[in-house]
């Protein structure tokens, strides 16, 4: 059995209900956060509803307005996770505005630099968990895988997973009747995602992180090419 257990995982609810009102996206990210508790990952959870993260681009936003924003300190908890999930409820067909402004946060730090000359986001895994009452699992996942590999993360197969009802109004995933917690295309999504992520971590960490070589942006800054030939130029 492969052994887990230095791994650090973080999964981020991008619900709009505040603690401590029950979230169903909470109750799909459990599935999968035991599945890595019982493999020895080291799992924490935040609810970004219920933190001051300011609007904007930057990494600290004090700094261009702002009075308050929590945000920095929760990047820190970001940075030394292995694994990072993001997780978050259908509204109209998209993916929530808490989402979009953590997505966006994250993102504000994409030029930073690990030791390497990489971005810093390099050699960590990214995941999408998402719940509903009508479509848009898809939809909603490919923005945000899009957006984690875009900004650095490594994303491997079925790297999503999520649950919907008829379409409608309807229950919840964990309201009773629902259907939800037993629902077999669900569960089998969310395990293979969950040991998806666990997988890739694994082979990045023993790896010592994403392999250096053509991506390092302090290299490219210092004038080299990594065989990069203008056509024009030949």
Not at 37 to 62: C, F, L, Q, Y
Request: contains cysteine; glycine residues 10%; charged residues 20%.
């Amino acid at each position: 059995m492969t052994d887990f257990a230095d791994l650090r995982a973080l999964y981020i609810n991008c619900t709009l209900k505040r603690s401590p009102d029950r979230s169903n996206t909470e109750g799909l990210i459990d599935v999968s956060a035991r599945i890595m508790e019982k493999n020895g990952v080291a799992v924490s959870h935040i609810r970004a509803v219920d933190h001051d993260i300011a609007t904007g681009v930057w990494p600290d936003m004090t700094e261009h307005g702002w009075e308050r924003d929590e945000w920095p300190a929760l990047q820190e908890r970001v940075m030394a996770a292995d694994i990072l999930v993001l997780a978050g409820p259908i509204w109209l067909g998209d993916n929530s505005s808490v989402m979009k402004r953590v997505i966006e946060r994250l993102y504000a730090n994409s030029s930073v630099l690990n030791d390497s000359g990489q971005y810093a986001y390099y050699g960590r895994v990214g995941g999408a968990l998402i719940t509903g009452n009508e479509d848009g699992i898809k939809h909603c996942a490919m923005n945000i895988l899009y957006s984690l590999q875009h900004i650095g993360y490594s994303i491997p197969p079925q790297a999503d997973a999520g649950w919907i009802g008829e379409a409608g109004p309807g229950p919840s995933y964990l309201d009773p009747g629902s259907g939800g917690p037993e629902n077999d295309f669900t569960n089998r999504n969310t395990t293979f995602m969950t040991w998806n992520l666990m997988h890739l971590a694994r082979l990045l960490k023993s790896a010592g992180g994403f392999p250096v070589h053509g991506n390092q942006r302090s290299e490219w800054d210092a004038g080299c090419r990594f065989d990069f030939e203008n056509p024009e130029y030949r």
